[in-house]
C-alpha cells in the first residue's frame, strides 16, 4: 500500500508559487492568504514555494515559518500554477512567468486591472470586473480564506467584563491619531482593565513610546499567530482586514477600524451583517464621538457570539477550485 501512495504522490503532485509582499507600507493580509492557500495545499501533498516570485520582510517570513513553511526554494521544478495576492502591477508583471503555468490572482474591490488565467474573490466585491472575461471567477460568500490556526472557535473566552484590551491596527498610516483616541475613551470606562496590549505592526516601538504614557501600555513587536495572544477576557480593536476574519471565526468580542480604502467595502460588508461593528476612520472630530457611541452600545459579546456561525472555509473552497477547475483549464489564456 505504501508504494501504491507514493506511486501516486510522484504522478499527481503539483508545485504551486506564490507572489505577495510585505514591508513598512504593506500589511499582511496578502502574504497571510497566501500562506493559508499554501498551508491547504501542501496538506494535500503538494508543493509551495515562495522563493520566486513574493519579496517578503522579516514580518512575512516569520509568518510563514508560523506555519512551517520556508521562505527557500524548495520546489526545484517549474510551477503548474503562480497564485498572487498585490495590489502593485509592477510587482506582478516583472516576473516572466512559464507560459505552460496558470496564473490565478486574489482580488478585492480595489484591485487593478490585470489578465490572468483565474481570479479569486478574497473579500465582497462591488465593482471590481476581472480583465480576462472568459476566466474563471472564484466568489467570495463569507468564506475567507484563513490559516488552520484559525479553523477552531476558542471555547475558553469569558464574555464578562471587565474586558482586557488589545488593539492591532496593522499598518494604519494614521495609527498615533488612532491610538489617541481608543486610549482616551478606553481608560474612561470601567468595562474594560486599564492595562492595555497594542500590537505594533510595521509603527516604530520607539515612536509609539514617546508619544504616549506607557506605564500601563504592554507593546508587542513582531509577527505571531493572533490566536496565541488571546485570553479568557480578551476584547480586539482591530483594522477590518484579514485580521477581522481572524477575529470573527475565534469568537472574540471587539469591533473594528477602517484604516485604508480597500477595508471600506469590506467594513460596510460586515455591519450589514452584522458579523462586527465597525467604523472608517476619518481625521475629524467625529471620529471620537463615533468610539464613544460604539463602546455605548456593548453589543459585541452577542455579535461575536453569532457571527462564528456564518462563517464558511474558504481555504478549503479556494483550493478545491484551483485543482479541480483551474488546473484543468484547456490553455494558458494569458
Not at 514591508?23 to 492568504?33: T, Y
Not at 477600524?257 to 455591519?271: D, P, R
Not at 479541480?324 to 484547456?330: A, I, K, S, T
Request: aromatic share 8%; with cysteine; net charge negative.
Amino acid at each position: 500500500m505504501l508504494f501504491i501512495n507514493l506511486r501516486c504522490r510522484l504522478t499527481e503532485v503539483k508545485t504551486f508559487w506564490f507572489g505577495c509582499q510585505s514591508n513598512s507600507k504593506v500589511g499582511l493580509g496578502h502574504v497571510s492568504r497566501c500562506v493559508s492557500l499554501a498551508e491547504e495545499i501542501e496538506s494535500r501533498g503538494h508543493f509551495s514555494c515562495f522563493s520566486h516570485v513574493s519579496n517578503l520582510d522579516s514580518r512575512g517570513q516569520e509568518l510563514l515559518t508560523l506555519s512551517s513553511l520556508k521562505s527557500e526554494c524548495s520546489c526545484n521544478s517549474k510551477p503548474d500554477v503562480v497564485i498572487y495576492d498585490s495590489y502593485d502591477l509592477d510587482f506582478i508583471q516583472k516576473d516572466q512567468i512559464s507560459t505552460e503555468a496558470k496564473v490565478v490572482l486574489l482580488v478585492d474591490d480595489v484591485s487593478l486591472p490585470l489578465s490572468a488565467d483565474a481570479y479569486l474573490e478574497a473579500s465582497t466585491i462591488k465593482n471590481w470586473k476581472p480583465l480576462n472575461e472568459e476566466a474563471p471567477v472564484f466568489k467570495f460568500d463569507c468564506n475567507p480564506i484563513l490559516r488552520m490556526a484559525f479553523d477552531i472557535p476558542l471555547y475558553s473566552l469569558n464574555f464578562s467584563p471587565p474586558f482586557d484590551v488589545i488593539i492591532n491596527l496593522g499598518a494604519a498610516k494614521d495609527f498615533q491619531l488612532i491610538l489617541d483616541v481608543l486610549l482616551r475613551q478606553i481608560r474612561s470606562r470601567t468595562d474594560f482593565n486599564h492595562r492595555i496590549t497594542i500590537l505594533t505592526g510595521s509603527n516604530s516601538i520607539l515612536e509609539i513610546v514617546h508619544a504616549n504614557e506607557t506605564s500601563d501600555l504592554d507593546l508587542i513587536e513582531g509577527t505571531y499567530n493572533l490566536r496565541d495572544l488571546i485570553g479568557s477576557h480578551s476584547f480586539v480593536i482591530s483594522a477590518a482586514g484579514v485580521t477581522a476574519w481572524e477575529l470573527i471565526s475565534l469568537g472574540v468580542p471587539g469591533f473594528l477600524i477602517g484604516v485604508v480604502n480597500n477595508q471600506i467595502e469590506q467594513l460596510e460588508y460586515f455591519n450589514k451583517l452584522g458579523l462586527r461593528n465597525g467604523i472608517f476612520f476619518q481625521h475629524d472630530s467625529s471620529f471620537s464621538t463615533q468610539i464613544s457611541n460604539l463602546l455605548d452600545s456593548m453589543s459585541f459579546v452577542d455579535t461575536a457570539k453569532n457571527a462564528q456561525e456564518s462563517l464558511n472555509n474558504g481555504r478549503v473552497e479556494a483550493v478545491d477550485w484551483i485543482l479541480g477547475e483551474v488546473l484543468n483549464l484547456p490553455d494558458h489564456q494569458i
